[in-house]
């Protein structure tokens, strides 16, 4: 189900070198990745979504 998927994206995301967080949304079909961007990047976060199956159709980078 729908739910099933977004918790296997999350943790697939929580897995990946540096990922603080990771939190996905089935009813909005968002993801929230908060990511230290000294070990990783957005294309980076970008294949690793796509791994499960579920590629990104859009995204958007956000800096502090």
Not at 1 to 7: N, P
Not at 28 to 39: N, S, W, Y
Request: aromatic share 6%; glycine share 8%; with cysteine.
């Amino acid at each position: 189900g729908g739910a099933a998927c977004a918790t296997m994206i999350a943790s697939v995301l929580n897995r990946e070198d540096g990922v603080v967080s990771a939190e996905v949304t089935y009813a909005t079909k968002r993801a929230i990745v908060l990511f230290d961007p000294t070990v990783t990047d957005l294309e980076q976060i970008r294949s690793v979504v796509a791994t499960t199956g579920f590629p990104p159709t859009d995204s958007q980078g956000f800096q502090p």
